[in-house]
């Protein structure tokens, strides 16, 4: 192992690089207090040059990172390792994918080291790999509280408008300018149009019949409760805390949405007993409120249940330090309170996921067939009735563990397949539904699948490759079974194995790397990371060999078929705004998927699973819903401020995303971008709370809207651009040690 790191980083003794000093020493950076060391996990020290991984797939970690993990062991001689938050990226260093081997980096680096890993605990599929591969005993914590969206500013002045508007009909020809003003100011045209494809202007908004216009503030009234209700995660967590009376009311409220009044939410929240004592509070109240005394008891017992289970996150503390002592850490599966319900509670938990041979469940497969199907129908109401002949689904290992498997019953209901059980319940075989029993054509489907998905559910991956085999080579009509059309094609020109349709990573390897090109802005075209999506993604999978067989002819093929992309959702606090890996996989796909077509739009779908409604949403619908609930909200950019230093490396981390999604797929509205200026720069509180609480962050924000500018991503007025070169120098500055932040 060590004649391969220096093969690729050169003789150790003489290394000069990464945390580096002057002398050749390594440098551990970190603070000892007492017996306890803490440091920050180096970084992987290819952001600079993503490509290295993309074309050394035998690539090893650097040689301060090797030797962070060698003075743990032998230098500190530590007796534990705490690895604290989701995650780290010793587990997901070269190696085998499901048992490490003496030659498996993370094997090698973590030694014997017990690793107790503090992992949220609505993420168990990640944290399958953080005990596969990084032999870790997870303690789960809880997700923070949830809060709702509001309205603010221009949004909060359009509903005022509209709803004078509706309220006084006879007033609502005057209210037209304004409302037309609110509605430029807010750019909110875009998720509400007048009618397909056409906006209301000044030059045609007197035009507009009456009955027309009151329909439209109709439509603009519910769109606007639908951002005010939006949920999200407020602040951050604070391991062990309790959450507050207000934080109980935010959880219980939105677990329990309309099925719980407020004053029987606030009653329990802010009792510390049974039902009796919180009938004791509903007494003088229920007056006011119907959802009051009036609630069903079996409602207000598990309301009582889930406070009580909230008020143990004491236990995440007390679970770390059993750990820590070589004690049992209690197990229970890993889930997400508003989809998954109590039993995810309490935290503090060895958290663990779902039987792969179940997989989907009867739940999962009866709401992936509703997804499906109200797909399809919305393709063909936007197509003149024709149905897309390839649909690409994202199989991502957490999503499927929350929802025991909604995306594989997406993909099964596109090809007209399902489930077949043995006695024990398991599922053996994806059978074929006869045509005539199906009623439409079968959709060709093209998998792309999460390394966590294709380590985790080995079995999934060899039955729909099965099925899929069978689909291509079933006795049917080419324009009844797209799945044999395009497989036959193929064939015709000599690509070998035609039926393959699960893609993913090399084995063993993890991430498409677009968002490693992104973060280090290393990219001048949005192909050039649809590219870069399509030589990690050409690996395939599925029975026999066939376990990362290099086939991008084929991957090439399907994404020139492709019609439609479809991406789960699967958490309130991580949405398509938040994380970098949905632009870097989706985004980059439907980017890929457009080069393939000649620069065709291909449309996406996005599905919240954490909502009641089992539908799909335009990708570029809900980017606008997120942007307007969370980064441009004045209500969750001050909850993230006031958690210091992380709350400002979360902000930054979404102004990054903002420039991916705007290079993958196009998403480059002004609107955000002046949103987020105003918020985050031209706040001068706001602005010097990130300064002080994270100058790195604070530069990054700045870097990514000048960036964003320079690609022509948002239309800055020169007055904003200097101001914002101005800050970016400063922080130069403030970085370089030259002036105090």
């Known amino acids: 192992m060590l004649d391969n790191l220096q093969r690729q980083w050169g003789d150790v003794r003489s290394y000069r690089g990464i945390k580096s000093a002057g002398a050749g020493q390594l440098v551990v950076p970190g603070v000892q207090l007492g017996n306890v060391w803490i440091g920050v996990q180096p970084v992987l020290g290819l952001e600079g040059d993503p490509m290295r991984l993309l074309f050394e797939r035998d690539l090893t970690p650097h040689p301060q990172y090797a030797a962070f993990y060698k003075w743990l062991q032998n230098g500190l001689v530590a007796d534990a390792v705490v690895h604290f938050g989701m995650h780290g990226t010793v587990e997901w260093l070269p190696g085998t994918p499901l ?18 890993y503090v992992y949220a605990a609505n993420n168990p599929s990640e944290s399958i790999v953080a005990k596969r591969r990084g032999y870790g005993t997870i303690v789960s914590h809880n997700v923070p509280p949830y809060g709702r969206a509001g309205l603010y500013k221009q949004l909060a002045e359009l509903k005022d408008l509209v709803n004078d508007a509706r309220e006084a009909p006879d007033a609502a020809q005057s209210l037209r300018e304004p409302i037309l003003a609110a509605l430029v100011g807010s750019g909110l045209q875009e998720d509400c149009p007048f009618e ?13 019949s009456d009955e027309e216009f009151t329909e439209y503030t109709d439509r603009l009234y519910k769109y606007l409760q639908v951002v005010e209700g939006r949920l999200f995660s407020e602040g951050l967590h604070v391991l062990g805390s309790q959450p507050s009376s207000s934080q109980l009311e935010q959880y219980l409220g939105a677990y329990f949405g309309d099925d719980l009044g407020s004053v029987a939410v606030e009653a329990v929240a802010n009792t510390r007993g049974g039902l009796d004592q919180v009938h004791g509070k509903l007494r003088g109240s229920s007056a006011e409120d119907p959802g009051g005394a009036g609630v069903a008891e079996s409602r207000l017992a598990e309301a009582v249940e889930i406070r009580d289970l909230l008020l143990r996150n004491t236990e995440e503390l007390e679970s770390a330090v059993k750990a820590l002592n070589g004690e049992f850490v209690l197990p229970a599966a890993g889930g997400d309170l508003l989809r998954d319900g109590p039993g995810v509670l309490p935290t503090g938990r060895n958290i663990h996921a779902l039987d792969p041979y179940r997989m989907p469940s009867p739940a999962a497969m009866q709401r992936g067939s509703v ?28 999503d499927a563990i929350k929802t025991k498997g909604e995306s594989v019953g997406i993909a099964l209901t596109l090809i007209g397949a399902r489930p077949v059980k043995e006695s024990t ?13 199906l009623g439409r054509p079968r959709v060709d489907v093209l998998c792309n699948m999460s390394g966590i998905f294709r380590d985790s559910f080995v079995n999934v991956v060899e039955l729909l490759d099965d099925a899929f085999r069978r689909a291509a080579e079933a006795d049917e009509p080419e324009e009844m079974n797209f799945v044999r059309k395009h497989a036959v094609a193929m064939a015709a020109e000599g690509l070998e ?12 390897d993890y991430g498409s790397m677009v968002n490693e090109r992104v973060g280090a802005g ?35 093929k399907l994404l020139g078929t492709t019609e439609h992309i479809v991406q789960e959702i699967d958490s309130v606090e991580y949405g398509l705004t938040d994380i970098q890996e949905y632009y870097a996989n989706t985004g980059a796909l439907q980017r890929a998927a457009s080069s393939a077509q000649g620069g065709k739009k291909v449309a996406a779908s996005v599905v919240e699973t954490f909502g009641k409604a089992a539908e799909s949403k335009d990708l570029e619908a809900v980017l606008r819903l997120e942007y307007r609930s969370k980064l441009l909200n004045p209500k969750w950019a001050e909850a993230m401020a ?3 230093s992380g709350g400002a490396f979360e902000i930054s981390q979404r102004m990054t995303a903002l420039v991916g999604w705007g290079a993958t797929s196009d998403f480059t509205e002004d609107w955000v971008y002046d949103g987020a200026y105003e918020t ?3 706040d001068a509180a706001m602005r010097e709370k990130l300064r002080k609480a994270n100058p790195q962050a604070f530069q990054n924000v700045l870097k990514r809207m000048l960036e964003a500018a320079g690609r022509g991503m948002w239309n800055a007025d020169e007055a904003t651009l200097e101001k914002l070169k101005q800050e970016y120098m400063e922080m130069d500055d403030v970085l370089e040690g030259v002036r105090k932040a």
């Open 99 to 116: 048992g490490n081997t003496g030659f498996s980096w993370s094997d090698a680096l973590l030694g014997p080291l017990p690793n107790v």
């Open 497 to 508: 194995n035609s039926s393959a349709r699960l893609f993913s990573n090399p084995a063993g």
């Open 371 to 398: 997804i499906a199907e109200n797909l399809l129908t919305r393709h063909q109401e936007a197509h003149d009735g024709a149905l897309p002949e390839t649909v690409a689904v994202a199989l991502w290992g957490l």
């Open 680 to 682: 985050y720069v031209d």
């Open 196 to 208: 397909e494809g056409a906006t209301i202007t000044s030059e045609n908004l007197h035009s507009v």
């Open 642 to 644: 006031k958690q210091g």
């Open 522 to 556: 290393n990219w001048d075209a949005g192909e050039e990371l649809g590219s870069t999506w399509a030589s990690r993604n050409s690996f395939s999978y599925g029975r026999g060999g066939e376990k990362g067989t290099a086939r991008p002819e084929v991957l090439q």
């Open 425 to 437: 319940g398991r599922i053996v075989r994806y059978e074929l539904i006869p045509l005539e029993e």
